[in-house]
Structures are given as structure tokens and as C-alpha cells.
């Protein structure tokens, strides 16, 4: 059972920059993040093949970045421009495909707060 953890999180100003990393306990073909705010379903950000391939929900396009270390089993999520909208918990995930239809593992989750 591979397991996730999750760090980065935190208090940013509208306009500001966070990055957020996951660390797998083994090694994962697909990596990616979720976010969910209460009362709605939790939803894909971006998502990463261990071959480096993305994928990306249109709403951060062009403002976040995920990356990915496979000597360390790491994933990041680079995020830049954040704005109020973006304030949720972030969720790591891992399974079999980049796409993330199905999740084998899940992180703690991480919160992100954007305001001023």
C-alpha cells in the first residue's frame, strides 16, 4: 500500500505564488492534484505521467505548473497568479493512468487559503 503526504500548503495574497509537494511511499504511473471546497465534489487540477506528460484543467492553465521527481517519487504543484477562487483543500492522488478516472491513493490533503 503506497502512501502519500503532503506538504506546502498555507496563507497567500491574491497575486502570490505557493508551491505544494507529495511524496510517495513507492513508485506511481500517474500522479496528480485535486481540490475541493466544502459543500461542492472534489475535482482535477493537473495530472503527470511518470514519462513527464500533463494534464490540465482549463481554469489554471497558464498559472500552475506540476512537475514530478521519480528518483524521489515526489510530485509538485507549482502555483503563480493565485486568486481568491483557488482557496480549497488540495488533495494528492496516485493511480494507474494520468488521467485519475480512478484513484488508488489518496494524500491528507493540504489547505490553501487565498486572501488578503
Known amino acids: 500500500q503506497v502512501q502519500l503526504v503532503e506538504s506546502g500548503g498555507g496563507l497567500v495574497q491574491p497575486g502570490g505564488s505557493l508551491t505544494l509537494s507529495c511524496a510517495a511511499s513507492?513508485?506511481?504511473?500517474?500522479m496528480g492534484w485535486f481540490r475541493q471546497v466544502p459543500g461542492k465534489q472534489r475535482e482535477l487540477v493537473a495530472s503527470i505521467a511518470e514519462s513527464g506528460t500533463t494534464l490540465y484543467v482549463d481554469f489554471v492553465k497558464g498559472r500552475f505548473t506540476i512537475s514530478r521527481d521519480n528518483a524521489k517519487n515526489t510530485v509538485y504543484l507549482q502555483m503563480k497568479s493565485l486568486k481568491r477562487r483557488d482557496t480549497a483543500v488540495y488533495y494528492c492522488a496516485g493511480g494507474k493512468t494520468v488521467y485519475l478516472r480512478d484513484v488508488d491513493y489518496w494524500g491528507q490533503g493540504t489547505q490553501v487559503t487565498v486572501s488578503s
Open positions: 513507492g513508485s506511481i504511473f500517474g
